[in-house]
Structure formats: structure tokens, C-alpha cells
């Protein structure tokens, strides 16, 4: 593990590799969850209107909606070989608390969206239409619970309830199933997922039809869309921003570091201030800062002036609890990566908030500069999803499984050289796999459905995908 090829170590090309597999799968997560939710959405609306613009969005968004799919099963099948690639000691000891959820989330959800997206699929015109709207609501309840078994995995990692440490093996060992499935941790962060994986469905459902608006196309069909996504960005927005307020309550007393390293708070303070922006060092030496007085208290704690840790002193309790080391994780990673992903939450608000001032007054098809704003914000819940991401496992460190298990005590003993063969192979795959994923995704998104009959859009069902 120490061994070193080119000044750089097995555990950092692990670290590396597991970022980049693990940010390219989560760009496909969230827009699949979201996706699925608002196109069973559409052929609901469909189902009981009969209006053929309906028909046509559940056939336009349906072929981007499998497309993503697809291209998500791959790349998540990839990031859990990764497990057993590079953090086998990792492995080792959380095997008997993942086998369970990681097994019916295979078992169950996998099985569940797969089966009901076949139906789905091929079943236009060979099962009732009522049998159709319900296999894809069926196959998006099956992505949501699919994300729940992850999202109770991971949130274990953050905070671990209902184990034991065998006095033998070392290993941690399943008690309580129960208590990992309501873990405080995952309640919360299992709603902000839902909550930014529907968000970001919306948003790309509204990006992609303020594009077809502007060009003219279809207006009937995309501006039905557009409306439907502009409610539900404003709806979810609302409920995201929300659910990671309580998140970053619960984070002040399960992981207070974190918190603190988020804002640079070096020592405890009792009605500490927000920073809006801090440009020049973080380590409490600013060229310019933008603070506001006390928002800081009233984000972690509730109160106007709650008292916040700061990293020097939570230092020096780690320290004395777990051993000598650094439990600080970097800085500037997250005190930037908050500000984005809050930031961008913020803007996708506005454009919820503007699109229904703008559907109240009949004047959304015509508003150029707002579908072209629209249409500029497709990338933003992806960039808030993977800095939202990147901030919850980096403040985690140095742990890998908060306050059991190091990072550096989790990574495969192996030399360097056979993990920085596999970064660059999966890299380059992950990169082929990109190239073809947005090439395919923007050429079928700038072709809208053909205006077919009812005749037609029975006896043709390949034109849905």
C-alpha cells in the first residue's frame, strides 16, 4: 500500500478511481429516478385526456428516459467491482452489513424496473392500456426503491447503528436490520436524494422543451411538458433545499468536523456568522469575505446564537478519542462545493418560482429569454448532484466508515501499478461510454415525435423508443 509509482500511492489511485466510476454513474442516477417518475407522469395524462400531445412527450421523453437507463445499469455494474478491486479490507469488514441491502436492491429493484420496463416496451398494443400505465409506474417505483437500498448503505458509512464488531474476525456484524433501514441518517438523506433526482428530471424535462419551444416545435406537445416541469422543479426545489437544511442539522451533531471544515470555522463559536464568499486563504487569513452574522448558528443548531465547533478544538477531540492523525478533511473542497450545490439550488428555484409567474400569465411560450434560460440550466441539477456528492464523502475523511474505519486502512494491498492501469482503462471507458451517451441523448432530444393518429400510434409502437 505504500509503495510508491511516481510519488503517487495505491490508496490515492484507488481514491481516484472510485471518484471518478462513482461521479460518472451518479450523472445518470438522479435523471433515471426523476425521469421515469414524470414520464409515467405523461402517459397518465395521456391515459385519462386522450390528447395526442400527451402521447407524443411519453414517447420523446420514453427513448431519452431508456437510453439513460441503460447507460446507468453499465456503469453501475462497474463502480460495485470496484469493491472488491481496490478496497478489499473495506470489503472484508462491511460485507455482513452490505450483503443484505445490496442484495435486495439486486434482487428486488433491479428486477422489478427490469421486468416492468420490458412490459412496458413491448407491451403497447399487446396488453391493455390500463396494464401499460402501470408497468411504468411500477418500473419508476422500482428505480426509487432501488436508490433506497444504496442510499441505506452509504448513509451506514456517514453514521453506523445496529452492528457489532466481531471480538474475532474484527468485522463489523448485523444486529438489527431494522435500525439500518431507519437510520436517522438515511431518512434524511434518502428524501433529499428522491427530492434532487426528481428536480433534475424536471429540470431537464423543462431544459429540453424550452429548446423545442423556442425552435417552434410541437408547441402544443412541449409546452404541455415544460408546464409540467416548471411545477415540479418548483415543488422539488422547495423540498430539496428543505430536507439538506435538516441534513445540516443532523450533520452538526453526527459530524460536526465536516460542518466546521464547510465553513471554515477554526475555533467554537456561539452565534457564528455565514460565509457567502471568501476569496484568498481559507486558513483564516481572507483577502475578502462576504459573511452574514449568525446564519451559520441558525444553520447548525436552530438558534440565533447556538454554538457551532470549530475545527481546532473537534481536532484535538478526535485526536485524543481515535489516536494521533489528522481528522481534517480538505478545506477548500468543501467549503466550494457547498456554495455551488447550494447556489444552484437556489437558481433552480428561481426558475420553478419565474416559469409559473410566467404560466399564470399565459406568457410562457413567448418568453424567449426565460426558455433560454431554461434551456441554459439543463447542466445545473447534474453539477449540484455531483458536488452535493463529492462534499458527502470527502467531509467524511479520513474515515471511510465514520469513526470505525480509515480510508487508508481500507484499500486492497496491492502494488500501484495494477491500480493505475485499471484507472486508466476504466477512464477510458467511462470517457467512450460519455461520448456516446451525450452524442446519442442530444441527437434524439433535437428530433421531436412525429404528429401521428390513433391508428398510427397503435400499430407502430417502435416510434415510442
Do not use: C
Amino acid at each position: 500500500m505504500n509503495t510508491l509509482i511516481g510519488g503517487i500511492s495505491t490508496l490515492s489511485l484507488a481514491r481516484w478511481q472510485f471518484g471518478i466510476t462513482t461521479v460518472f454513474h451518479f450523472l445518470f442516477v438522479p435523471l433515471t429516478i426523476g425521469l421515469g417518475l414524470l414520464v409515467a407522469i405523461l402517459q397518465t395524462a395521456f391515459y385519462k385526456t386522450k390528447d395526442p400531445a400527451y402521447d407524443r412527450m411519453t414517447r420523446f421523453f420514453g427513448k431519452l428516459f431508456l437510453v439513460n437507463f441503460a447507460i446507468g445499469v453499465v456503469t453501475g455494474i462497474v463502480q460495485e467491482f470496484q469493491f472488491g478491486m481496490d478496497w478489499s479490507r473495506y470489503s472484508t469488514f462491511v460485507g455482513n452489513i452490505f450483503g443484505a441491502p445490496l442484495a435486495i436492491e439486486g434482487l428486488l429493484a433491479f428486477f422489478m424496473e427490469s421486468t416492468f420496463l420490458g412490459i412496458w416496451i413491448f407491451g403497447r398494443g399487446r396488453v391493455s392500456e390500463r396494464i401499460h400505465v402501470l408497468s411504468i409506474w411500477l418500473a419508476s417505483l422500482g428505480t426509487i426503491l432501488s436508490a433506497a437500498f444504496i442510499v441505506a448503505a452509504n448513509s451506514w458509512m456517514q453514521h453506523p447503528v445496529g452492528f457489532v464488531i466481531d471480538p474475532v474476525s474484527h468485522q463489523a456484524v448485523m444486529t438489527n436490520f431494522w435500525a439500518v433501514m431507519t437510520n436517522s441518517t438515511f431518512l434524511l438523506a434518502y428524501g433529499h436524494v428522491l427530492f434532487s433526482a426528481f428536480l433534475t428530471g424536471a429540470a431537464f424535462m423543462l431544459a429540453i422543451s424550452a429548446w423545442h419551444l423556442r425552435k417552434g416545435h410541437d408547441v402544443a406537445g412541449f409546452a404541455k411538458a415544460a408546464k409540467i416541469g416548471i411545477v415540479a422543479v418548483l415543488i422539488t426545489a422547495v423540498g430539496t433545499v428543505f430536507l439538506g437544511d435538516s441534513q445540516a442539522k443532523q450533520m452538526e451533531v453526527q459530524q460536526p468536523m465536516k460542518m466546521a471544515a464547510a465553513e471554515t470555522l477554526y475555533n467554537t463559536t456561539s452565534g457564528a456568522s455565514f460565509s457567502l464568499l471568501t476569496i484568498g486563504d481559507l486558513s483564516g487569513q481572507p483577502i475578502f469575505q462576504v459573511r452574514v452574522p449568525h446564519i451559520l448558528s441558525v444553520l447548525a443548531t436552530n438558534t440565533w446564537n447556538g454554538k457551532v465547533d470549530g475545527i481546532n478544538q473537534l481536532e484535538k477531540q478526535a485526536t485524543a478519542q481515535y489516536g494521533a492523525g489528522s481528522y481534517v478533511p480538505v478545506i477548500w473542497v468543501l467549503y466550494w462545493t457547498f456554495r455551488i450545490m447550494v447556489g444552484l439550488g437556489i437558481l433552480l428555484f428561481v426558475l420553478g418560482a419565474v416559469g409559473l409567474w410566467l404560466m399564470r400569465k399565459k406568457r410562457l411560450e413567448k418568453s424567449k429569454l426565460y426558455l433560454r434560460f431554461a434551456t441554459w440550466m439543463l447542466l445545473a441539477p447534474f453539477i449540484a448532484n455531483s458536488v452535493g456528492w463529492i462534499f458527502t464523502e470527502i467531509g467524511r475523511q479520513p474515515w471511510v466508515v465514520y469513526g470505525l474505519l480509515k480510508t487508508s486502512d481500507a484499500v486492497t494491498l496491492i502494488a500501484p501499478g495494477y491500480v493505475a492501469t485499471s484507472l486508466i482503462g476504466f477512464t477510458a471507458v467511462y470517457s467512450l461510454l460519455a461520448v456516446i451517451e451525450i452524442g446519442l441523448m442530444m441527437r434524439l432530444a433535437k428530433v421531436p415525435s412525429p404528429v401521428l393518429s390513433e391508428s398510427e400510434a397503435q400499430t407502430i409502437p417502435e416510434l415510442i423508443y
